[in-house]
């Protein structure tokens, strides 16, 4: 499907931009999202996707990954059953959920960037996105939400009386996204058209299955026995849950003014204090585990910058596309021609520009945010309904780019449908939502 949608992009916005007189404003477009996708996202993350994977080896090697998936293998089996119980992958996917869920965006993306690297080992169709990367990317870009901090961010940099309103709301809307999302793949996956193609033998790749108890990388020691749950283990355990209710009270407000609510400010807290514990917390974790933990760190953050390498590709004809369509204004002409169809359901035609440009482009979304608190106020119900729709909804085609692009993957099957099925159910549950909570002002 990536490939009709990148080449409808590219053809629409030459186009609309020779019978608009925007050709050079096309090219333009191509170029600043070719050198966007490099220069100002896959080198700058290169520093950022190392200290996460360090941590992410570190739990990988001392066990923790594998403690993680076993308390959530339920749930984990029950949306990806072709995983084996055991594989690294699911620990993985599940740090990325939570990471996802925490607002903790820059630990999420190396979290999901080694899952699909796993999944991709368990992928016997080398280049065909498997039924569990459609269904995990489908939760990546649909994840329930607790802490949408970068439109809290915005809203407190405009000077809002409660910028934490959008809490309840975002947490409500991302839930309603993220089951749409999950249910969309999984029906998805069973239709014709989605059907696995069969498995090459010139092709095909023999699915790695570990053993039950432990899995090794090819080439790699054998992880030295975990630490029984005895006194060290709990120490560390119980220094990260000391430390998160000190520091908790430590940057609790006592003032709880604005209405805020004392649960979104506990959540807004806990934001704070969380990532740098769990910097902490992984060391001391693997170091209890009879890890070395400045080795295998290392051996960690150097898988960074071969990641950033193998996704440029993919970012830079996927922005540079992106960047056509902006530049010809097919995407003014779009929110124009769909204005007189949604005015009369109830959609306001000024929040079409950002939901529109959100699945395509973060920075653009974010962009268009800013313009509508500082044209609306950062207190009105059309500000509080865009926040909510930014925090409910993701850059679906960014996600999957990126993802697919470090696996070279290049038929997406599902996934994008499945996305965009989630980004929708968000807009449509903030406008239901934010009118039923903060009224018709």
Known sequence: MLNYIWLTLVLLSVAIGGATGHLDDVTKGALNGARAAVMDVALPLVGTWAVFLGLMRLAERSGLVGVLARALRPIMRFLFPEVPAEHPAMGAMVMNIAANMLGLGNAATPFGLRAMEYLERLNPRPGVATNAMCTFLAINTSSVQLIPATVIGILVANHANNPTAIVSTSLLCTSCACIAGVTAAKLLEKLPMFALPPVQVDEAREPDRPPAKAFVEPGAEPTPPMVPAGPYVLAAFGTLALGLFVYTLRYYPADLGNGGGQFARLLGAVSIVLLPLLLAFFPLYAALSRIKVYEEFVEGAKEAFPVAVRIIAFLTIMLAAIGMF???????????????????IGFPSDLLPLVLMRP?????SQGLFVDLVHHFGPDSLLTRTAATIYGSTETTFFVLAVYFGAVAVRRSRHAVAAGLIADATGVVASIVVCRWSFGHG
């Open 326 to 344: 902006r530049g010809s204004g097919g995407m003014d002409a779009l929110t124009k021609g769909l204005r007189p169809v949604l005015n009369p």
């Open 360 to 364: 395509l482009s973060g920075s653009g």
